[in-house]
C-alpha cells in the first residue's frame, strides 16, 4: 500500500507558544512520513519543549530508535541528558529546553508500522532568557538590563 507524506517539510513556527502532534495524532499515525518543525525564539529567549505521557512511536529492533522516531535537536532533557532520537512509549512527560533560541524537531516513520502506534504531542512556550552577565532590572529605562563585569 502506498502512503503520501501529509507531514511538514520543514515548519517555521515562532508563535510564544504552540502544540506539535504526529499525523493524524491521537489516532494512528501512517507510514513513510518524515516531518520538521524548527521552532524559534523571539529577542535571544530560549524554548522549553513538552512531549505528553501518551507518546506512543512505533519501537523495532535495538538500539536507537532505526524504525520510527521523534527527534529532538539544540536541546536537552530536564535530567541534563541531550537530546536525540526517542521511541516507544516513555510513560512520563519529557521536558526538553533548547541550548539557543531554536528547536527542531523531526518525526519519522518507515514502512514497517502500518498504524499500529498513535504517535505524539508535544507543546512549546517560549522562556525568558537574561544573557549570563546581564541582570535585569524591572521598571527601568532603556533596555532594563545592565552588564556585570
Same mark, same amino acid.
Given at each position: 500500500? !502506498?502512503?503520501?507524506?501529509?507531514?511538514?517539510? !520543514?515548519? =517555521? !513556527?515562532?508563535?510564544?507558544?504552540?502544540?506539535?502532534?504526529?499525523?493524524?495524532?491521537?489516532?494512528? /499515525?501512517?507510514?513513510? =512520513?518524515?516531518?520538521?518543525?524548527?521552532?524559534?525564539?523571539? +529577542? $535571544?529567549?530560549?524554548?522549553? %519543549?513538552?512531549?505528553?505521557?501518551?507518546?506512543?512511536?512505533?519501537?523495532?529492533?535495538?538500539?536507537?530508535?532505526?524504525?520510527? /522516531? !521523534?527527534?529532538?535537536? +539544540?536541546?536537552? %532533557? *530536564?535530567?541534563?541528558?541531550? *537530546? $536525540?532520537?526517542?521511541?516507544?512509549?516513555? +510513560?512520563?512527560?519529557?521536558? /526538553?529546553? @533548547?541550548?539557543?533560541?531554536? %528547536?527542531?524537531?523531526?518525526?519519522? @516513520?518507515?514502512? =514497517? +508500522?502500518?498504524?499500529? *502506534?498513535?504517535?505524539?504531542?508535544?507543546?512549546?512556550?517560549?522562556?525568558?532568557?537574561?544573557?549570563?552577565?546581564?541582570? @535585569?532590572?524591572?521598571?527601568?529605562?532603556?533596555?532594563?538590563?545592565? @552588564?556585570? =563585569?
Amino acid at each position: 500500500m !502506498l502512503f503520501f507524506s501529509v507531514c511538514p517539510t !520543514l515548519a =517555521q !513556527l515562532n508563535e510564544t507558544s504552540g502544540v506539535i502532534t504526529s499525523p493524524f495524532y491521537p489516532r494512528r /499515525y501512517p507510514n513513510n =512520513q518524515d516531518c520538521t518543525w524548527q521552532i524559534t525564539a523571539n +529577542n $535571544g529567549n530560549r524554548l522549553k %519543549l513538552e512531549i505528553a505521557n501518551t507518546m506512543d512511536v512505533f519501537e523495532c529492533g535495538s538500539g536507537r530508535c532505526p524504525c520510527d /522516531y !521523534l527527534e529532538i535537536q +539544540n536541546g536537552y %532533557l *530536564s535530567d541534563g541528558a541531550a *537530546s $536525540g532520537k526517542r521511541c516507544g512509549k516513555p +510513560n512520563k512527560i519529557l521536558t /526538553y529546553y @533548547s541550548t539557543l533560541d531554536t %528547536l527542531k524537531l523531526r518525526f519519522f @516513520s518507515d514502512g =514497517q +508500522n502500518d498504524f499500529q *502506534s498513535m504517535g505524539f504531542k508535544a507543546t512549546y512556550t517560549q522562556l525568558n532568557f537574561t544573557p549570563p552577565g546581564k541582570c @535585569s532590572f524591572p521598571g527601568r529605562g532603556g533596555d532594563n538590563s545592565v @552588564s556585570v =563585569q
